[in-house]
């Protein structure tokens, strides 16, 4: 079946320092969604990204879509520590209104 | 904050009862999803449908089964509960179409069976 892979699985910061962490689908999506969830919480939407070589940008959050279609990216610039948390692309499949949604980044931030 | 609710929170089971978990939404979203999510892992989807009377089994095989007779009930049932059903079940909602498709999450039902 269709897969949406991401890595890495952790990432352990220090404040201030960058996080990256990207996300490839095994098929073609119709749209890329991120998703944020705390520990304890549920995944919280953070943005949609439609177009081929699509780049939204959300304060120190920068969103990419690529130009395939089939992989994405989340760069954080200068990490806070309430950015801690799992981060999870999720692709909706070609044709479909399956979410299929990536293994997910947990970020953790030493202060 | 999201118009989605599931119930119960928490709830825990001996092997062999069945149970229903439950989901109600009131943005009218057409498409709705149950996901599988162990502690710290990724989310699973098992069921989804996208209207009344729709429903498509996710790529995660599960032994439990939904109904959608009404837009805002899709419930998930387990005829007789085990031990590896033991996980936490996310129920979501989205609006139709590709251009609005962020899906709100309720806040989870975290089965335990003993």
């Known amino acids: 079946g269709q897969q949406v892979m991401q890595i890495p699985q952790y990432q352990h910061v220090q404040e201030g320092e960058d996080f990256t962490t990207y996300c490839n689908s095994s098929t073609t999506l119709s749209n890329i969604q991120w998703y944020k969830q705390r520990p304890g919480g549920h995944p919280v939407f953070l943005i949609q990204?439609?177009?081929?070589?699509e780049v939204k940008k959300q304060k120190r959050l920068t969103f990419q879509f690529g130009e395939a279609k089939k992989n994405s990216s989340l760069h954080i610039t200068a990490t806070q520590t309430t950015d801690v948390g799992t981060y999870f692309c999720a692709g909706l499949m070609d044709s479909s209104y399956k979410l299929i949604f990536g293994s997910g980044t947990r970020l953790l931030v030493r202060p | 904050e999201a118009d989605i609710y599931q119930t119960p929170r928490y709830l825990v089971i001996g092997t062999g009862k069945k149970i229903t978990l439950e989901c109600s939404q009131t943005m009218g979203h057409d498409k709705m999803y149950w996901y599988q999510q162990d502690p710290g892992m990724e989310l699973h989807l098992i069921h989804y449908s996208y209207g009344v009377n729709s429903t498509e089994k996710g790529d995660l095989s599960s032994e439990s089964t939904v109904s959608r007779i009404r837009t805002e009930h899709f419930p998930l049932t387990l005829e007789s509960a085990r031990p590896s059903h033991t996980s936490q079940y996310l129920c979501?909602?989205?609006?139709?179409?590709?251009?609005?498709?962020?899906?709100?999450f309720g806040q989870g039902t975290r089965l335990t069976v003993v």
């Open positions: 979501a909602s989205s609006d139709r179409g590709l251009l609005n498709t962020e899906a709100f």
């Open positions: 990204l439609v177009k081929s070589g």
